[in-house]
C-alpha cells in the first residue's frame, strides 16, 4: 500500500547495471520505483528523518511494517525530561514534528529542575497515546514529497563506490519483503529495537521488536555480511495497570504547571486549558515487592542475560539488585484524557505475569489494581555508531546512514534527534551539498551525535544536561537563535514561517538588550525606583537596566513599572519579556565560557582526512593511541582530544603531523604531480578497513560480531 503526498521525481544516480552486487541475491528491477532518499522504520527517529529529508526537496519514501503504528510510544507516555527537553527543542528549532505534536497531544506539562536556574529546566509532558499517533499520522500522511508505503525490508542494493569518499561499497536502493526494489539516492536505516529483536516475559522468549510487531531478521545478517561491528542490548517496558482499579486516595499527587509551557517555538499555548489536565500520583515499592522478586529470580532470563541495559531508566529487578533493602519510586501516570491505563513509570519487570501481579499488589494503593498487560523485555542488535560519522552517514557503505536505537541510544527525544540530523544529510548527499552538523558548542544534538561517533557506547545512551559543557550558553530557550537559522540557510529543512518568526525574535531580543543596557543610573536613583531590590553599593555607578535585571527578584514587569517608557512595549511581549531575563542572569556565565568555545571550535575545525592511516603516518605515536585512533576514526582534533586512553602529548603529535603535512600539500599543489612518493605522505595507498572496533569492548559488557563481506 502506498501514501503519496505530492511527490515528484528528482534526478538520482544511475541505477545498478547488470553485473553490480548487492547484498543479497540478484532481483530483477525493471521497473522499480526511484526516491532520492528512502527511510527504514516508522518511528520516532523514521518520521523525523523522513519529513527533514521532505522539507530539505527531496522525493522521500518512509517504509513502515504498518502504517497504523507511525507515532507509535512503544514504551512511556511522555516526552522530555532533563537533557531530553533540549534536544526537543532543537528538533523544533529544526521544523521538526514531535515538540509541536506533543503541544496537541499533552494531558499533564511540566518544567523539571525549576530550583535550578534556566539552563537546565527540563521540558515534560504526559501524552495522550491515541492522540500523538493520530497528530504524528495526519504530519506525516501530509507532508509533500513524502510517500509511506507499508513493507518490510530484507536487503540492501550496493554497487561500486564513490570516489572521494570512505567506504568499499555505495547503497542504491533496498529489496522488500516481496522480492521487489526500491532504487534510492539515500538509504537511512532507523530499525529502533526490531532489528533481531527478542521479547522476554519470565523463561519464555519470542522474536518481536515490539509486543505484536515481528522483528527485522534478514537486514541484520545484510548489516554483519557488510562487516559492521554489532552488539546486543536490551531494554524493557512495565506492565500497564487498569486506572479504576486503583486506589489514588493516601497517594502523592503531582499536579501540572499552570500555566504550561510548549515545547515548540510555534505554538503559543499548548492544546489542553491548564485546569483540564491530568495529574500523576507517586508510589513506592516496599520489602514485600524486594522479596518477591529475588525469591523469583531463577524465573527471569532477561535479568540473567549480560546484555546491557539502561543505566538510568533500569528494571525493578535491576534496582532490587543494586540497591537492596530501599524503597522505589513509582510514578503512576495517566495514558491518556479518556484511556483507562495507568504507565507505573519505574516499575518495568520481565517476571512471570503471575509474579508481576504479586508484585504489584504489594504496592500502596495498588492492592487491587488489575494488570492489562504484563511487563516485557527486549533485546536487540544495534551498530557500533563510531562507524558513523558526525552526519550519521556509514563510513563503510556510503549513502547508508542510521539513527535512533540502532547507534544505541534509548529515548524517543535521542531518537527524534538522530532522525532530523540524518534525514537532512541524507538530502543533502542526493543534492552534493556539504553535510549539515551541529558542534558541541552548538547544541545538545551535538554533544549526542559527538559522544556516539567519536566514543561509541556498551549501553543504551541517555543525554542528561551534565553531558554539555556549555549548558549555560546551549540552552532550551534559545535553541531558535543556535539552529533555525542554520537549518534555513544551510539545511534547506527549516520553513519561511519559522525563519521569520526566529528572525523577528533575535531583533527583538537585540533591540531589547540594547534598550535595558542604554538606561543607566546612580544607585542611588535605582534604589528610589526600586526600593524593595537591594542592589548592592559595590556595584560601579551607573548601573544599567540590564545589570539590574539579572537580581533574582527583578523581572521585565517589575521594570517596566519602574520605567514605562520605553520599557513597557518590552514586558507586554510575555515570551520576549522571560527570554530577556534568562539573557541578563546568564550574560557573564556566556562571556565567560566564550573563550572556551572558541578554543573548541578552533578545534573542531582541524579535520582529518577520512582514509589517514594511522598504523602508517610519521608521528611520535604510541601503538596504542594508533589503534585507538584506527578503530574511532575521529573526523577532528577535537573529536581525537574526547577519546579515552589519547595523551595530551599525543594531540600534539597528531596536530603538528597534520599541520605540517598540510602545508606540504599545498606546496605540492603548486607543481606537476609525477607520481613520485614523498616520505610521511599523509595517505596511504588504499583507503584503510576498519579494524575490529570490538576489541574495546569486555565480554562482559557486550559482544561484537564482524563478519567479512
Same mark, same amino acid.
Given at each position: 500500500?502506498?501514501?503519496?503526498?505530492?511527490?515528484?521525481?528528482?534526478?538520482?544516480?544511475?541505477?545498478?547495471?547488470?553485473?553490480?552486487?548487492?547484498?543479497?541475491?540478484?532481483?530483477?528491477?525493471?521497473?522499480?520505483?526511484?526516491?532520492?532518499?528512502?527511510?527504514?522504520?516508522?518511528?520516532?527517529?523514521?518520521?523525523?528523518?523522513?519529513?527533514?529529508?521532505?522539507?530539505?526537496?527531496?522525493?522521500?519514501?518512509?517504509?513502515?511494517?504498518?502504517?497504523?503504528?507511525?507515532?507509535?510510544?512503544?514504551?512511556?507516555?511522555?516526552?522530555?525530561?532533563?537533557?531530553?527537553?533540549?534536544?526537543?527543542?532543537?528538533?523544533?528549532?529544526?521544523?521538526?514534528?514531535?515538540?509541536?505534536?506533543?503541544?496537541? #497531544?499533552?494531558?499533564?506539562?511540566?518544567?523539571?529542575?525549576?530550583?535550578?536556574?534556566?539552563?537546565?529546566?527540563?521540558?515534560?509532558?504526559?501524552?495522550?497515546?491515541?492522540?500523538?499517533?493520530?497528530?504524528?499520522?495526519?504530519?506525516?500522511?501530509?507532508?509533500?514529497?513524502?510517500?509511506?508505503?507499508?513493507?518490510?525490508?530484507?536487503?540492501?542494493?550496493?554497487?561500486?563506490?564513490?570516489?572521494?569518499?570512505?567506504?568499499?561499497?555505495?547503497?542504491?536502493?533496498?529489496?522488500?519483503?516481496?522480492?521487489?526494489?526500491?532504487?534510492?539516492?539515500?538509504?537511512?536505516?532507523?530499525?529502533?529495537?526490531?532489528?533481531?529483536?527478542?521479547?522476554?516475559?519470565?523463561?519464555?522468549?519470542?522474536?518481536?521488536?515490539?509486543?505484536?510487531?515481528?522483528?527485522?531478521?534478514?537486514?541484520?545478517?545484510?548489516?554483519?555480511?557488510?562487516?559492521?561491528?554489532?552488539?546486543?542490548?536490551?531494554?524493557?517496558?512495565?506492565?500497564?495497570?487498569?486506572?479504576?482499579?486503583?486506589?489514588?486516595?493516601?497517594?502523592?499527587?503531582?499536579?501540572?504547571?499552570?500555566?504550561?509551557?510548549?515545547?515548540?517555538?510555534?505554538?503559543?499555548?499548548?492544546?489542553?486549558?491548564?485546569?483540564?489536565?491530568?495529574?500523576?500520583?507517586?508510589?513506592?515499592?516496599?520489602?514485600?515487592?524486594?522479596?518477591?522478586?529475588?525469591?523469583?529470580?531463577?524465573?527471569?532470563?532477561?535479568?540473567?542475560?549480560?546484555?546491557?541495559?539502561?543505566?538510568?531508566?533500569?528494571?525493578?529487578?535491576?534496582?532490587?539488585?543494586?540497591?537492596?533493602?530501599?524503597?522505589?519510586?513509582?510514578?503512576?501516570?495517566?495514558?491518556?484524557?479518556?484511556?483507562?491505563?495507568?504507565?507505573?513509570?519505574?516499575?518495568?519487570?520481565?517476571?512471570?505475569?503471575?509474579?508481576?501481579?504479586?508484585?504489584?499488589?504489594?504496592?500502596?494503593?495498588?492492592?487491587?489494581?488489575?494488570?492489562?498487560?504484563?511487563?516485557?523485555?527486549?533485546?536487540?542488535?544495534?551498530?557500533?555508531?563510531?562507524?558513523?560519522?558526525?552526519?550519521?552517514?556509514?563510513?563503510?557503505?556510503?549513502?547508508?546512514?542510521?539513527?535512533?536505537?540502532?547507534?544505541?541510544?534509548?529515548?524517543?527525544?535521542?531518537?527524534?534527534?538522530?532522525?532530523?540530523?540524518?534525514?537532512?544529510?541524507?538530502?543533502?548527499?542526493?543534492?552534493?551539498?556539504?553535510?549539515?552538523?551541529?558542534?558541541?558548542?552548538?547544541?545538545?544534538?551535538?554533544?549526542?551525535?559527538?559522544?556516539?561517533?567519536?566514543?561509541?557506547?556498551?549501553?543504551?545512551?541517555?543525554?542528561?544536561? #551534565?553531558?554539555?559543557?556549555?549548558?549555560?550558553?546551549?540552552?532550551?530557550?534559545?535553541?531558535?537563535?543556535?539552529?533555525?537559522?542554520?537549518?534555513?540557510?544551510?539545511?534547506?529543512?527549516?520553513?519561511?514561517?519559522?525563519?521569520?518568526?526566529?528572525?523577528?525574535?533575535?531583533?527583538?531580543?537585540?533591540?531589547?538588550?540594547?534598550?535595558?543596557?542604554?538606561?543607566?543610573?546612580?544607585?542611588?536613583?535605582?534604589?528610589?525606583?526600586?526600593?524593595?531590590?537591594?542592589?548592592?553599593?559595590?556595584?560601579?555607578?551607573?548601573?544599567?537596566?540590564?545589570?539590574?535585571?539579572?537580581?533574582?527578584?527583578?523581572?521585565?514587569?517589575?521594570?517596566?513599572?519602574?520605567?514605562?517608557?520605553?520599557?513597557?512595549?518590552?514586558?507586554?511581549?510575555?515570551?520576549?519579556?522571560?527570554?530577556?531575563?534568562?539573557?541578563?542572569?546568564?550574560?557573564?556565565?556566556?562571556?565567560?565560557?566564550?573563550?572556551?568555545?572558541?578554543?573548541?571550535?578552533?578545534?573542531?575545525?582541524?579535520?582529518?582526512?577520512?582514509?589517514?592511516?594511522?598504523?602508517?603516518?610519521?608521528?611520535?605515536?604510541?601503538?596504542?593511541?594508533?589503534?585507538?585512533?584506527?578503530?574511532?576514526?575521529?573526523?577532528?582534533?577535537?573529536?581525537?582530544?574526547?577519546?579515552?586512553?589519547?595523551?595530551?602529548?599525543?594531540?600534539?603529535?597528531?596536530?603538528?603531523?597534520?599541520?605540517?603535512?598540510?602545508?606540504?600539500?599545498?606546496?605540492?599543489?603548486?607543481?606537476?604531480?609525477?607520481?613520485?612518493?614523498?616520505?610521511?605522505?599523509?595517505?596511504?595507498?588504499?583507503?584503510?578497513?576498519?579494524?575490529?572496533?570490538?576489541?574495546?569492548?569486555?565480554?562482559?559488557?557486550?559482544?561484537?560480531?564482524?563478519?567479512?563481506?
Amino acid at each position: 500500500m502506498f501514501l503519496r503526498s505530492g511527490c515528484r521525481r528528482l534526478p538520482l544516480p544511475p541505477a545498478p547495471r547488470p553485473g553490480h552486487r548487492r547484498a543479497g541475491s540478484e532481483v530483477g528491477a525493471a521497473a522499480a520505483p526511484r526516491f532520492e532518499v528512502v527511510v527504514i522504520g516508522g518511528g520516532h527517529a523514521g518520521t523525523e528523518a523522513a519529513a527533514a529529508a521532505a522539507r530539505g526537496g527531496a522525493c522521500t519514501l518512509l517504509l513502515t511494517h504498518r502504517i497504523g503504528t507511525i507515532g507509535e510510544m512503544s514504551c512511556n507516555p511522555s516526552f522530555g525530561g532533563i537533557g531530553k527537553g533540549h534536544l526537543m527543542r532543537e528538533v523544533d528549532a529544526l521544523d521538526g514534528l514531535c515538540g509541536r505534536v506533543c503541544d496537541r #497531544s499533552g494531558v499533564h506539562y511540566k518544567v523539571l529542575n525549576r530550583c535550578k536556574g534556566p539552563a537546565v529546566w527540563g521540558l515534560r509532558a504526559q501524552i495522550d497515546r491515541g492522540l500523538y499517533k493520530e497528530n504524528m499520522q495526519k504530519e506525516i500522511l501530509n507532508t509533500p514529497l513524502l510517500t509511506v508505503r507499508e513493507a518490510s525490508v530484507e536487503d540492501l542494493l550496493l554497487t561500486e563506490p564513490e570516489p572521494g569518499h570512505p567506504g568499499k561499497c555505495q547503497v542504491t536502493g533496498v529489496v522488500l519483503g516481496d522480492g521487489s526494489t526500491v532504487h534510492a539516492g539515500s538509504v537511512i536505516l532507523t530499525t529502533g529495537t526490531f532489528l533481531r529483536g527478542v521479547i522476554h516475559i519470565g523463561l519464555e522468549t519470542h522474536p518481536a521488536g515490539r509486543l505484536g510487531d515481528q522483528p527485522a531478521i534478514g537486514l541484520a545478517h545484510t548489516l554483519e555480511r557488510l562487516g559492521f561491528a554489532v552488539g546486543r542490548l536490551k531494554t524493557g517496558t512495565p506492565p500497564r495497570l487498569a486506572k479504576d482499579t486503583i486506589d489514588f486516595t493516601g497517594l502523592e499527587e503531582r499536579a501540572a504547571d499552570n500555566p504550561p509551557v510548549p515545547f515548540s517555538f510555534l505554538s503559543e499555548a499548548v492544546w489542553i486549558k491548564p485546569e483540564d489536565q491530568l495529574s500523576c500520583y507517586l508510589t513506592r515499592t516496599n520489602l514485600k515487592a524486594q522479596q518477591i522478586i529475588r525469591d523469583n529470580l531463577h524465573l527471569n532470563n532477561h535479568v540473567r542475560e549480560t546484555t546491557r541495559g539502561p543505566r538510568y531508566c533500569p528494571s525493578l529487578e535491576s534496582k532490587v539488585l543494586r540497591f537492596p533493602d530501599r524503597e522505589h519510586q513509582v510514578w503512576l501516570e495517566p495514558e491518556g484524557l479518556d484511556s483507562n491505563v495507568i504507565y507505573p513509570q519505574g516499575m518495568s519487570m520481565t517476571l512471570p505475569p503471575e509474579l508481576q501481579e504479586q508484585v504489584i499488589k504489594s504496592v500502596p494503593g495498588l492492592e487491587k489494581a488489575k494488570m492489562l498487560q504484563p511487563g516485557y523485555g527486549v533485546q536487540y542488535d544495534f551498530l557500533d555508531p563510531r562507524q558513523l560519522t558526525t552526519s550519521l552517514e556509514s563510513r563503510l557503505v556510503q549513502r547508508l546512514f542510521f539513527a535512533g536505537q540502532i547507534n544505541g541510544t534509548t529515548g524517543y527525544e535521542e531518537a527524534a534527534a538522530q532522525g532530523v540530523i540524518a534525514g537532512i544529510n541524507a538530502c543533502l548527499r542526493v543534492q552534493g551539498k556539504p553535510p549539515f552538523t551541529v558542534s558541541r558548542t552548538e547544541g545538545y544534538v551535538g554533544v549526542l551525535i559527538d559522544d556516539l561517533t567519536a566514543l561509541g557506547t556498551s549501553e543504551p545512551y541517555r543525554m542528561f544536561t #551534565s553531558r554539555v559543557e556549555f549548558r549555560m550558553a546551549l540552552r532550551p530557550d534559545n535553541a531558535d537563535a543556535r539552529l533555525t537559522h542554520r537549518g534555513f540557510e544551510e539545511a534547506g529543512c527549516v520553513s519561511q514561517q519559522r525563519y521569520e518568526q526566529a528572525v523577528k525574535m533575535r531583533a527583538a531580543l537585540e533591540d531589547g538588550i540594547a534598550t535595558l543596557k542604554s538606561l543607566q543610573f546612580s544607585i542611588s536613583k535605582w534604589s528610589q525606583l526600586l526600593p524593595g531590590v537591594p542592589i548592592s553599593s559595590n556595584r560601579r555607578s551607573p548601573v544599567s537596566a540590564f545589570d539590574v535585571l539579572q537580581y533574582q527578584d527583578v523581572n521585565m514587569e517589575i521594570l517596566a513599572k519602574a520605567i514605562p517608557e520605553p520599557l513597557g512595549k518590552l514586558a507586554q511581549w510575555r515570551e520576549l519579556a522571560e527570554r530577556l531575563k534568562i539573557e541578563a542572569a546568564y550574560e557573564w556565565c556566556v562571556v565567560n565560557q566564550q573563550q572556551e568555545m572558541e578554543e573548541v571550535r578552533r578545534d573542531e575545525a582541524l579535520q582529518l582526512p577520512d582514509d589517514l592511516d594511522y598504523f602508517a603516518i610519521d608521528a611520535s605515536l604510541s601503538a596504542e593511541v594508533r589503534e585507538k585512533l584506527d578503530a574511532n576514526r575521529p573526523q577532528t582534533i577535537g573529536a581525537v582530544s574526547r577519546i579515552p586512553g589519547v595523551t595530551p602529548a599525543a594531540i600534539v603529535n597528531l596536530l603538528r603531523f597534520v599541520k605540517t603535512n598540510h602545508r606540504k600539500t599545498e606546496k605540492l599543489k603548486a607543481v606537476p604531480q609525477s607520481g613520485e612518493y614523498f616520505p610521511g605522505k599523509m595517505y596511504s595507498g588504499k583507503a584503510t578497513s576498519q579494524r575490529q572496533v570490538s576489541a574495546e569492548f569486555s565480554e562482559e559488557e557486550t559482544k561484537f560480531v564482524k563478519t567479512p563481506l
